[in-house]
């Protein structure tokens, strides 16, 4: 009888990790013409998809003035360009305004993650 407690508390532990794991990821806000949407297409782009960032929040880059995804729940109007949204199961959990350069472009990024309890793990 404990050992069938302690199956059916170890399934419902993992089921409930599943579950607030959650669909991350990160939304970069872009546009053409903006030359600091290009500044983090070169120093960033081809580093992101390979870092432990990457793999935890997978980018999807959507365009300021299309339609906006109805899969994403935005905290607020978009007026800049880049701008980097932290979405979590659909909803913006935190968001950066513009590309700050790359060395504090990652600093805030592991801060978005953290403060979000995204696991890193991979």
Not at 106 to 120: C, E, F, P, Q, S
């Amino acid at each position: 009888m404990f050992l069938r407690s302690l199956i059916v508390s170890f399934a419902l532990l993992a089921l409930s990790l599943v579950q607030a794991s959650g669909q991350v990821r990160l939304v970069m806000v872009e546009e053409h013409g903006c030359i600091w949407c290009a500044r983090w297409n070169d120093e960033i782009s081809h580093i992101y998809p390979k870092s432990e960032e990457g793999r935890a929040a997978p980018l999807q880059r959507i365009d300021i003035h299309a339609e906006r995804p109805d899969d994403i729940k935005f905290a607020r109007s978009l007026h800049f360009t880049p701008t980097f949204v932290l979405v979590v199961d659909g909803q913006e959990v935190s968001r950066i305004e513009g590309y700050p350069g790359e060395d504090f472009f990652w600093g805030l990024l592991g801060k978005m993650l953290r403060d979000a309890d995204v696991d890193m793990s991979g």
